[in-house]
């Protein structure tokens, strides 16, 4: 895919298109209602970023759940904000920036030492752990998975090593390798590329429910996992399914068969 360059606003146009065609009604003829094929996970809905949080309580006792609010919180909004800037910084600087930002905001004292735990804590992180089951169930299936996540191939890499998840995994799409970040529609094109499917052969699972929107309005089948039990957007959209874990995605997938 070509990276985005001077032709920016021919880009954007046609981003925009593609947004608002995937929000009309997806109409499958009975030819085009084929099997599932494919499933994309955001890399936060297969790995706990909470032992990251708990570090910070550790490091700075009665101080570590407000740095983890900020830190957690900035680390999303700097990557919608280089969005809508068009200043790309990759998601291992930016984790980097949303920490210093928030240790800061916490008024902690964060040495070079602290520094190195914390952000070294994102390459280490492992499994719900629901998760080992739903992915051997849907392999069994002979469902193709990925990974298309903000996090670098380098952090998507620890992790999965790091939990041994290596055959589940066809292939880990960093957004990174389109220099823009999720839900910017470009991003979600990356599973239609490298699975040479079309959209409704492909399921996405999302950690955060703004990422559900954004795969919803790009026009995949989405699936939510709610691990945080948060509300859902209030953007208009919502995705097909929602769960506090993986353990009914099987389930969901042979609904879209029914459909």
Not at 86 to 112: C, E, I, M, R
Not at 131 to 150: C, D, E, F
């Amino acid at each position: 895919m070509k990276r985005i360059g001077a032709n920016r606003r021919q880009f954007l146009g046609a981003a925009t298109m593609l947004a608002a065609s995937a929000l009309a009604p997806r109409v499958l003829s009975a030819q085009n209602r084929s099997v599932i094929k494919a499933v994309a996970f955001d890399a936060f809905a297969i790995f706990d970023s909470r032992p990251v949080f708990d570090l910070a309580e550790e490091l700075f006792p009665r101080h570590g759940a407000q740095l983890s609010n900020e830190w957690r919180t900035r680390q999303f909004e700097y990557t919608w904000l280089r969005n809508s800037m068009h200043k790309y910084a990759d998601f291992w600087n930016v984790t980097q920036d949303a920490l210093n930002y928030a240790a800061k905001q916490s008024k902690v004292s964060l040495g070079p030492e602290q520094n190195k735990q914390l952000m070294s804590a994102f390459l280490q992180l492992k499994p719900w752990p629901d998760v080992a089951a739903a992915l051997q169930t849907l392999q069994k299936r002979g469902i193709r998975m990925a990974l298309l996540s903000n996090m670098t191939d380098t952090m998507m890499k620890a992790c999965v090593e790091g939990s041994n998840l290596g055959t589940m995994f066809e292939f880990q799409l960093s957004t990174d390798r389109v220099k823009i970040f999720k839900p910017d529609p470009v991003t979600y094109n990356l599973a239609l590329e490298a699975f040479h499917l079309q959209k409704h052969q492909i399921a996405f699972v999302a950690f955060g429910g703004w990422d559900a929107v954004g795969a919803q309005i790009f026009g995949y089948s989405t699936y939510w996992v709610n691990r945080l039990n948060v509300p859902s957007e209030e953007l208009g959209v919502s995705a097909d399914a929602t769960s506090h874990d993986l353990s009914s995605l099987p389930s969901f997938l042979d609904s879209l068969q029914k459909a």
